[in-house]
T-cell receptor, first 112, second 110 residues
Framework: NAGVMQNPRHLVRRRGQEARLRCSPM?????VYWYRQLPEEGLKFMVY????????ESGMPKERFSAEFPKEGPSILRIQQVVRGDSAAYFC??????????FGAGTRLSVL | EDKVVQSPLSLVVHEGDTVTLNCSYE??????LLWYKQEKKAPTFLFML????IEKKSGRLSSILDKKELFSILNITATQTGDSAVYLC??????????FGAGTTVTVRA
């Protein structure tokens, strides 16, 4: 049973470009969570999704950020018009409902 | 806002030493407390604690929760260089979101 798969592992974007981060949950997990880790800080919750539904996006910046978890395919975290402050490690976790969250290896986004 | 504080922020020990990591929390609608180990990759799940006073053990690692005093400790005995990592404490509320502490960086020297 493969773990939570995130890609790409590293992503470099110039200011103003779009970043797309992908997350495939563990087999059998229908709940996906995205967290952001800024340098020297702890992980911060961004958004919680189930298949085709956003359950809680209280941690998402109001502009430029969006997330989806379609019926088929991975969950996508999309950042439009990236700025230097978006540089961070973005982690995805998955779980069955109400159970332990298992994390992927993260995507490290660098904005030049 | 939910708050999770870990201490110490970092420590350096020698192989064979015992370390104790602390995690205190303030959270509304507490559901569970989790410990993860983070090396240069995915945070790896260690323990989930939901009840006070019941120690969980896995090899040389153990953890316990005190829901009255709102804290947890993680112990590592007979440390090895492979234990070097950042140890993360997270608290889960009823809305299933995890609130993380800043982590404790443990360095084990041979």
């Amino acid at each position: 049973n493969a773990g939570v798969m995130q890609n790409p592992r590293h992503l470099v974007r110039r200011r103003g470009q779009e970043a797309r981060l992908r997350c495939s949950p563990m087999k059998g997990h229908s709940h996906v969570y995205w967290y952001r880790q800024l340098p020297e800080e702890g992980l911060k919750f961004m958004v919680y999704l189930q298949k085709e539904n956003i359950i809680d996006e209280s941690g998402m910046p109001k502009e430029r950020f969006s997330a989806e978890f379609p019926k088929e395919g991975p969950s996508i975290l999309r950042i439009q018009q990236v700025v230097r402050g978006d540089s961070a490690a973005y982690f995805c976790a998955s779980s069955p409902r109400g159970d332990i969250q298992y994390f992927g290896a993260g995507t490290r986004l660098s904005v030049l | 806002e939910d708050k999770v504080v870990q201490s110490p922020l970092s420590l350096v020990v020698h192989e064979g030493d015992t370390v104790t990591l602390n995690c205190s929390y303030e959270v509304t609608n507490f559901r569970s407390l989790l410990w993860y180990k983070q090396e240069k990759k995915a945070p790896t799940f260690l323990f989930m604690l939901t009840s006070s006073g019941i120690e969980k053990k896995s090899g040389r690692l153990s953890s316990i929760l005190d829901k009255k005093e709102l804290f947890s400790i993680l112990n590592i005995t007979a440390t090895q260089t492979g234990d070097s990592a950042v140890y993360l404490c997270a608290v889960e509320a009823n809305d299933y979101k995890l609130s993380f502490g800043a982590g404790t960086t443990v360095t084990v020297r041979a």
